[in-house]
């Protein structure tokens, strides 16, 4: 992965965006299946690309 970060972000900011990296490239290592079943916590876990490419939904509707 090649991350180009604007030249704002601070070195800080930029250390915890690489420590972040590494902690989920050794639980990828550790326990594939946990990094592979990700994201844990979402409402949509996986989004179906097919089905969104062949039947967009193009309307807004108030809540």
Known sequence: MMIEPTETES???LDRFVGV????????ADNPDLVKNAP????????DEVTAARKPIVK???P
């Not at 990296?21 to 990828?28: D, G, K, L, P, T």
């Open 60 to 62: 807004w509707e108030a």
């Open 21 to 28: 990296m590494q902690s989920i490239a050794r639980e990828a």
């Open 40 to 47: 844990h916590h979402a409402v949509i876990k996986r989004v």
């Open 11 to 13: 070195k800080e900011r």
